[in-house]
């Protein structure tokens, strides 16, 4: 059974981001609705980020914010679905997919090269991630236009995740070289990693809701299927003693 979009939420009209989001033409599979209001709620928060007068797009960003994003949707069985939800957020915001898309794994690609390390020696080495990683550093050091973010913080810890880098003091090395303050990065990973809790609850309980929805579906067409058999041979008999 599919659903429009505007049909089933309700969210603030706020924000412009908000709305184009609410009027967006989808038709999406149950049970990625349950999940609608969610975004719903994101997308309010993330406008008032994006259209603040420091704010400018980055890849660790974009990284941050692909990775929260995909383990959300992780398990829903629809590609197509999720990639429509995907698109429709960020050109709610007025930005492009792609280049979140291209950009989270362009950094991906390359902290699974790195070690602990070469991580943070990033201001001394030539490479494309190491400009644009110099660039945020030049940015939030007060040089440029820089807007720090939970996702952002999401990105980071992607990167260290991707390095194998678990030793604690890796983290506030990044923090110290990106001019970043670790206690903002530390305060929003806490949540991060209780939203994720959450999260696995949250679709463990969608699981079972899935499996108990499949079930009666089955039991009902086989009921139906019964019903078919038991009339036709009521036909037959019928036909058979005319």
Known sequence: MSYRLVSCLTISKDSVSAQAFY????????????????????IVQQHLMRYKRTYRYDAVFALGFVTVYDQLMEGFPSDEDRDTIFQAYIKAL????????????????WACSQTSSSLVEFPSRDGEVEAILKDIAERAGGKGSFSYS?????????????????????????CAA????????????DVYRNLLSKLVQ?????????????????????????????????????????
Do not use: H, M, W
């Open 94 to 109: 007025k930005e492009d997919p792609e280049q979140y898309r291209t950009d989270a794994l362009k950094l991906e690609e």
């Open 23 to 42: 009027i967006s033409p989808l038709e999406l599979e149950f049970p990625l609705l349950l999940l609608l209001p969610l975004f719903a709620e994101l």
């Open 150 to 174: 939970r996702f952002f913080a999401v990105g980071l810890f992607r990167l260290l995740e991707l390095a194998n880098a678990t030793e604690p003091t890796v983290l506030e090395k990044l």
């Open 178 to 189: 990106l001019n970043i303050n670790k206690r903002s990065v530390d305060r929003n990973l």
């Open 202 to 242: 949250a679709k463990e309980l969608l699981k079972e809701y899935v499996d108990r929805e499949k079930k009666k579906r089955e039991e009902r067409s086989e009921t139906q299927k019964a019903n078919e058999v038991v009339k036709n041979c009521l036909g037959e008999y019928q036909y058979v003693i005319q």
